[in-house]
């Protein structure tokens, strides 16, 4: 019986559970008894268990007894009186008492937890403390996304999101992408998106790389005016997620990372999520998110390289690079090319790196890895991480208030 199958057996048990039992185990076993004519001397015979040994161990089981009855035990009842084995184990549950149908719970929810979620790498984020107290986990994911019920996670947070086109076998990356969409839906973006004033707007943008404090917080709040919204959530564990864009409510949202500790690789990510939404709207609307992640392109974008493409050439165009290639040893000639330019320096060594490992095959990253720029004082006004809080509400509630152009 694979895990789905399971699952809806244990959740019938349940709704039998609530519902009461309509009879118990042992008028169950008497009612069939009578109906096929047996006699107690037969039915021991058949079962293999002495009479009086039976009655009294029906008697038990009716009365919430778990260890009167073995499994083998009740595939036999079931197969001597044509009863459906599910049937019979949900009469037999039902008669449980209260303490051994919470261990039944607890067991069920354990194992949602298992399958949903990756319990160790949510330790190695200090999302929990223990890998072994379910009851802990439960707590804290429900707790968390402000959940009733630990089986809420799957239609509540990012429901629309895991189709048949989207069949996440990576935990973690599916929580980040449930956890990005439930804080999109509840930061609820009012203003209308506007792609008019986007293609203005990105033409604008890299001016604001040079301003490491407030320039990227900057461009997240002209952005969320313009329809857009934009938030910086860390990485998933194991994953190499540059960013990705989603629809909700109709509107285009962004969520980019922290991926590589890389200033650069901030405002190139943002910068390619941006075409996407430029040019691949409608796909989207359609897929509702599509994630882009370090060496391996989205199987439903299509123009990924045109992405590329685009982030660089609104960052810092080719023509640039051909003139300050020739002197990129000299910190101070690409410090005042940058400031010519109006564009970080950072970005020109990145930039630089990267088109020498793709036209030449020489990987240069380690060499001019001190000039890449780190990301912190960038996102320390906008610093995201909703893991390290109690609730996912608290976050939401820090993003509103960043992208209040009031709150400098």
């Not at 039976?54 to 009863?83: A, C, H, P, W």
């Not at 690409?334 to 564009?343: D, G, H, L, T």
Request: proline share 3%; glycine share 4%.
């Amino acid at each position: 019986m694979g895990n789905n199958n399971l699952s809806d057996l244990v959740s019938s048990l349940f709704d039998k559970v609530e519902s009461g039992p309509s009879i118990s185990f042992s008028e169950l076993v008497e009612q069939k008894k009578i109906e096929l004519g047996l006699t107690d001397f037969q039915m021991s015979k058949i079962l293999g268990i002495p009479k009086n040994t039976f009655y009294r161990m029906t008697k038990r089981i009716s009365e919430g007894d778990v260890e009167s009855l073995d499994y083998f035990s009740i595939i036999k009842i079931s197969q001597l009186f044509n009863l459906d084995v599910e049937d019979l184990t949900k009469t037999y549950v039902g008669s449980l008492n209260p303490e051994h149908i919470g261990q039944i719970e607890d067991a069920r929810k354990a194992n949602y937890i298992l399958r949903t979620f990756d319990v160790k790498a949510l330790k190695d984020l200090n999302f929990i403390s223990s890998t072994s107290d379910f009851r802990h986990i439960e707590d804290r994911i429900t707790s968390f996304f402000h959940l009733d019920s630990i089986f809420d996670y799957s239609h509540e947070v990012g429901r629309v999101l895991f189709s048949k086109l989207h069949n996440s076998n990576d935990k973690m990356r599916e929580l980040w992408v449930r956890s990005a969409f439930f804080q999109f839906e509840k930061i609820e973006n009012q203003n209308n998106y506007d792609r008019d004033a986007l293609v203005g707007l990105v033409k604008n943008i890299r001016p604001y790389t040079r301003y490491e404090e407030k320039g990227l917080l900057t461009v997240i709040r002209a952005l969320f005016s313009v329809g857009i919204t934009v938030i910086v959530q860390p990485s998933p564990p194991k994953a190499k997620v540059r960013g990705g864009t989603f629809v909700v409510n109709g509107r285009p949202c962004i969520a980019i990372t922290d991926y590589n500790n890389n200033y650069a690789t901030l405002w190139f990510a943002l910068m390619h999520e941006l075409f996407h939404v430029l040019n691949d709207l409608d796909q989207l609307k359609i897929l509702k998110y599509a994630l882009t992640e370090d060496g391996s392109a989205d199987l439903f974008l299509l123009q990924e390289e045109d992405a590329d493409w685009f982030a660089r050439e609104m960052l810092f165009p080719r023509e640039f690079m051909s003139y300050i290639k020739h002197l990129i040893n000299s910190p101070a000639s690409v410090a005042k090319y940058a400031e010519e330019k109006r564009v970080h320096p950072s970005i020109i060594y990145s930039f630089f790196c990267y088109e020498m490992n793709k036209e030449n095959g020489k990987n240069m990253y380690g060499l001019y890895q001190q000039y890449f720029g780190k990301t912190d004082v960038a996102l320390k006004s906008l610093k995201t991480n909703p893991f390290d809080k109690q609730s996912i509400f608290e976050e939401i509630s820090l993003i509103k208030k960043r992208l209040s152009a009031q709150n400098n």
